[in-house]
């Protein structure tokens, strides 16, 4: 499986971006999905979650109410939109793709795409 991430840039505060992450392997819709972001300061933190059927999801709590994780298996992508941005959700963001198939975990990374919140 090869996750591909994009949609990154520089926005002012305030702002909005939506990020991409687009797999090559058909079965994405088998795979929970996950967003983290790295930041120079701290280890990497899971920012959303969404599992393989897009029924659940879950959120950092420092994201609620802004960032909204989705996907839509037919094109094998997920996407985390992102308001209301502020400087400190700058950072590198990763999506990763995980599941258990009879108690075997597999795990795929992308790899990252820079979102800089700055005026």
């Known amino acids: 499986v090869q996750l591909v991430e994009s949609g990154g840039g520089l926005v002012q505060p305030g702002g909005s971006l939506r990020l991409t992450c687009t797999a090559s392997?058909?079965?994405?819709?088998?795979?929970?999905i996950n967003w983290y972001r790295q930041t120079p300061k701290q280890e990497r933190e899971l920012v959303a979650t969404?599992?393989?059927?897009?029924?659940?999801?879950d959120y950092a709590e420092s994201v609620k109410g802004r960032f909204t994780i989705s996907r839509d298996n037919l094109k094998n992508t997920a996407y985390l939109q992102m308001s209301s941005l502020k400087p400190e959700d700058t950072g590198v963001y990763y999506c990763?793709?995980?599941?258990?198939?009879?108690?075997?975990?597999?795990?795929?990374w992308g790899q990252g795409t820079q979102v800089t919140v700055s005026s």
């Open positions: 990763k793709a995980e599941r258990t198939v009879f108690g075997v975990r597999s795990t795929y």
């Open positions: 392997e058909f079965t994405f819709r088998t795979y929970d």
């Open positions: 969404i599992n393989s059927n897009g029924v659940n999801t």
